[in-house]
């Protein structure tokens, strides 16, 4: 399974996007492949992926530490459209910062330039924040304790 959650294997489904090899065909395909890049803590590849009027308000050192302070756990696809030259993408982003378990819950504007999809901008909705325990359940699936899993 690939770290965005789908069938394949990442060699197969988002590897090949974030190292340059091909282009994503969807708004969903590079929501999915900027998901895996905050995950492995790839920030060029998301800086990158901005649309170019939107890379100077997020420049590589903050997407860097933001991705390198959470660890991301699951991405939960909603909803995506994908019309000729712009698209959306409905997703929850599930993730722990230190001991708090987060969802980023966004819907995304993509737009197309040159053939390739962008990041425009996102709408986030309001989502609460859950306080882990270490003896909690670790919210990623894993079934084993907060404490011998994600916990930091
Ligand atoms: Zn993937
Ligand atoms: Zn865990």
Known sequence: M?????????EVC??????????????EALMRSRYSAYTLGN????????????QAENPIKEIS????????????????????????????AHYLFRNLYCTLYEKSEFIKVDGAWF???????????????????CPCGSNK???KCHYK
């Not at 090949?16 to 708004?27: D, E, F, L, Q």
């Not at 030259?85 to 997703?91: A, D, M, Q, S």
Request: aromatic letters at 12%.
């Open 14 to 27: 988002c590897e090949p996007y974030i190292n340059g090899g091909k282009i994503a065909p969807s708004p």
């Open 145 to 147: 304790k907060f404490k």
């Open 119 to 137: 990041y425009l901008d996102g709408d986030i909705k309001e989502t609460p924040e859950v306080k882990l325990n270490r003896n909690d359940v």
């Open 43 to 54: 920030a060029k590849y998301i800086y990158n992926t901005y649309a170019q009027e939107k």
């Open 65 to 92: 530490e933001f991705a390198n302070s959470c660890q991301f756990i699951k991405l939960e696809m909603i909803d995506s459209q994908d019309q000729s030259e712009t698209g959306y993408v409905e997703f929850k």
């Open 2 to 10: 690939c770290i965005c959650g789908q069938e394949q294997n990442f």
